[in-house]
């Protein structure tokens, strides 16, 4: 089985700082991992997601993630955040399982809360 | 294009209720899912769909949970003698087929059950 654990429930960060989300992630066998990103009262929308090849991965809204296998982790980063990404941010993880995949494992999500 | 559909958006109910939520996959999806988010936690998968044969049903947490979706398309998750503790955001996704490379996962806006 798979787990998450995503260390910071909240972070709270001023406006054009960077800022970084932490997750780590558990699994017997290799992985997909992903970061979603929820408003308000909205569904989950895809960040971006690491399937293979380059570690470093680039996702939507200036957002960049890096797969590191040694220490189970894939980091959440923005070097400059906007009012508009307060949000809700799940990392998420899915087992390769022979030809395909199992469904998703959550984190319990971070809050990230950028003030002017 | 229409994304994925969930109805209603908010249901309040009883203790001891029967209440059915709603998913409408993107057209030509043929995976579908379930999953179940409380308050302050991540989303916890409860059962897939490939067409119209639930392919897990791992997650369903006891046996008043049960899902359809008889024609492949819609799909209703089905709550029998609702508790209190059942109170959550009921989210649906959908995808391509679940096998071979990996295919995203899109989510609907989620049903907030609240049960009184």
């Known amino acids: 089985a798979q787990s998450v654990t995503q260390l910071d429930s909240q972070v709270p960060v001023f406006e054009e700082a960077p800022v970084e989300l932490r997750c780590n992630y558990s699994?017997?066998?290799?992985?997909?991992l992903f970061w979603y990103v929820q408003y308000p009262n909205q569904g989950l929308q895809l960040l971006l997601k690491y399937l293979s090849g380059s570690t470093l991965v680039k996702g939507i809204n200036g957002f960049e993630a890096e797969f590191n296998k040694s220490q189970t982790s894939f980091h959440l980063r923005k070097p400059s955040v906007h009012i508009s990404d307060t949000a809700e941010y799940f990392c998420a993880v899915s087992a390769r399982i022979g030809s395909g995949y199992s469904t998703l494992t959550f984190g319990k999500g971070t809050m990230l809360l950028v003030s002017p | 294009g229409a994304g994925v559909s969930q109805t209603p958006s908010n249901k309040v109910t009883e203790k001891g209720k029967y209440v059915e939520l709603r998913c409408d996959p993107i057209s030509g999806h043929t995976a579908l899912y379930w999953y179940r988010q409380s308050l302050g936690q991540g989303p916890e998968f409860l059962i897939y769909f490939q067409g119209t044969g639930a392919a897990d049903d791992s997650g369903l947490p006891n046996d008043r949970f049960f899902a359809v979706r008889p024609e492949g398309s819609v799909s209703t998750l089905k709550i029998q003698r609702t508790e209190r503790g059942d109170s959550a955001v009921y989210l649906c996704?959908?995808?391509?087929?679940?096998?071979?490379?990996?295919?995203?996962?899109?989510f609907g806006p989620g049903t907030r059950l609240t049960v009184l």
């Open positions: 699994s017997s066998v290799s992985v997909y």
């Open positions: 996704a959908s995808s391509l087929s679940s096998g071979g490379s990996y295919n995203e996962q899109f």
